[in-house]
């Protein structure tokens, strides 16, 4: 698909915020042909993992290890490819930070295809998935843990995400909202919902809700015991 052009309110963003300064980092360095030809070798290396992937279970297959062995497939980050102007990742745009989790329980376990259609916290429920499997590796726990997931936070330098449902707010170390989109309405994200009037985030009863929990977990995160390691425990 054709890259996504960058979202003026990127540039209007406040000095200092992780997002403007990643954008003025590619300023006048990336074109049309440079982003396409980017796109063409990612999917070509796409194209090569998913040949590789086919050669590791078309082996398993042939061991008596197959129908007991779990498979998950997921990645620590996504990848800009000139959406938005941009490379590599160090954003909290959709590109950056959306990634697969597909994980495929053995095959004694019995298998029933289910989509969890929303953002799931990817570090505790790849541990569940790991010593789930010490337990035959049933597909239910893991379902469970990720329906009962009411938000994800994402941390990157001195900013935390929070996405809930399809609401994203972005805050700074203090709590303090620095910009937010709808993917509902704006799946491309070209529309920076915050408003530079604090009293709206009190107003509309989701964005109250979701700055709410943004400015809990900026809170927990003031105290060494709420560093990211120590979160995933919970």
Same mark, same amino acid.
């Given at each position: 698909?054709?890259?996504? /052009?960058?979202?003026?309110?990127?540039?209007?963003?406040?000095?200092?915020?992780?997002?403007?300064?990643?954008?003025?980092?590619?300023?006048d360095y990336l074109n049309k042909e440079s982003i396409d030809?980017?796109?063409?070798?990612?999917?070509?290396?796409?194209? !090569?993992?998913?040949?590789? %992937?086919?050669?590791?279970?078309?082996? %398993?297959?042939?061991?008596?290890?197959?129908?007991?062995?779990a498979i998950l497939v997921t990645a620590d980050h996504g990848?800009?490819?000139?959406?938005?102007?941009?490379?590599?990742?160090?954003?909290?745009?959709?590109?950056?930070?959306?990634?697969?989790? !597909?994980?495929?329980?053995?095959?004694?376990?019995?298998?029933?295809?289910? !989509?969890?259609?929303?953002?799931?916290?990817?570090?505790?429920?790849?541990?569940?998935?790991?010593?789930?499997?010490?337990?035959?590796?049933?597909? *239910?726990?893991?379902? /469970?843990?990720?329906?009962?997931?009411?938000?994800?936070?994402? /941390?990157?330098?001195?900013?935390?995400?929070?996405?809930?449902? *399809?609401?994203?707010?972005?805050?700074?170390?203090?709590?303090?909202?620095?910009?937010?989109?709808?993917?509902?309405?704006?799946?491309?994200?070209?529309?920076?919902?915050?408003?530079?009037?604090?009293?709206?985030?009190?107003?509309?009863? *989701?964005?109250?809700?979701?700055?709410?929990?943004?400015?809990?977990?900026?809170?927990?995160?003031?105290?060494?015991?709420?560093?990211?390691?120590?979160?995933?425990?919970?």
């Amino acid at each position: 698909p054709r890259f996504i /052009e960058q979202a003026n309110w990127i540039k209007r963003l406040r000095d200092g915020t992780e997002l403007k300064e990643n954008a003025e980092s590619w300023k006048d360095y990336l074109n049309k042909e440079s982003i396409d030809a980017c796109r063409t070798d990612y999917a070509n290396n796409l194209q !090569l993992l998913d040949n590789q %992937l086919r050669r590791l279970i078309d082996a %398993l297959e042939n061991t008596q290890s197959a129908n007991r062995t779990a498979i998950l497939v997921t990645a620590d980050h996504g990848e800009m490819l000139g959406d938005h102007q941009m490379l590599y990742k160090s954003t909290f745009l959709e590109a950056s930070i959306r990634v697969p989790f !597909l994980y495929i329980p053995p095959k004694i376990s019995g298998r029933k295809r289910t !989509l969890i259609g929303k953002p799931v916290e990817l570090t505790s429920t790849f541990n569940l998935a790991i010593t789930n499997i010490m337990k035959g590796g049933r597909i *239910k726990n893991i379902q /469970e843990h990720c329906k009962k997931q009411k938000h994800v936070t994402v /941390e990157f330098g001195k900013e935390l995400l929070i996405i809930k449902n *399809k609401q994203k707010i972005c805050c700074n170390r203090e709590g303090e909202a620095l910009w937010m989109t709808n993917l509902k309405k704006d799946p491309r994200e070209q529309t920076n919902e915050h408003n530079k009037e604090k009293e709206t985030l009190y107003i509309n009863r *989701k964005e109250r809700s979701i700055y709410s929990i943004a400015r809990e977990e900026a809170k927990l995160r003031k105290n060494k015991k709420g560093l990211w390691r120590n979160c995933t425990k919970n």
